[in-house]
């Protein structure tokens, strides 16, 4: 009985506060470089990532802090970013609702839940289309941070991998 009262006890709270000590908090800041992607700094770019960078600053009120950057490769490859940092109790229904915020604007299709094997993050992708091109739109969220990409010229898969890869590099959580 000892040890069941222990489980409950203790178990409970680690196992459900883990990963939330671990992804909060967080501060965010773009690389000039991931990957094959490269930042772009040129006017449209940086009207771009202005406008949804106020953007995440007005949907996500509570954001301690937002960035958005628009990323190209040299054969044409694009993608943009966007997110923020702050508290998020419910990282899956803010998931699901920040593809919802998107659906109309890029015309998206149903949303197909991406496994992150990270305990706490939540992924949801769908495809649809912006300014003429088919994309696809993910979006990944934490206890610590929410980050969204518009992809052109992948796949939902790869996509949501490089989602990961983009998140790992802008986002890092404070620890100690």
Known sequence: MLLLTLACCCGCPAYYGLPISAQYPARAALPDQVEDLSLRQDDRSAATARQLES???????????????????????????????????????????????????????????????????????????????????CTSVDHGSIATGVFTRLSVSDSADLLDTLRAQIVQPERG
Do not use: M, Q
């Not at 040299?74 to 943009?80: D, E, I, L, S």
């Open 55 to 137: 953007e995440v600053r007005n949907e996500h009120w509570l954001a301690e802090d937002t960035f958005a950057g628009v990323y190209s490769t040299t054969n044409g490859k694009r993608v943009t970013v966007f997110g923020g940092t702050g508290f998020r109790l419910s990282p899956e229904a803010d998931a699901e609702a920040e593809i919802s915020r998107l659906t109309d604007r890029y015309a998206l299709g149903a949303a197909e839940t991406v496994d992150t094997g990270v305990r706490g993050r939540h992924e949801r992708c769908a495809v649809g289309r912006a300014d003429g091109s088919d994309v696809v739109v």
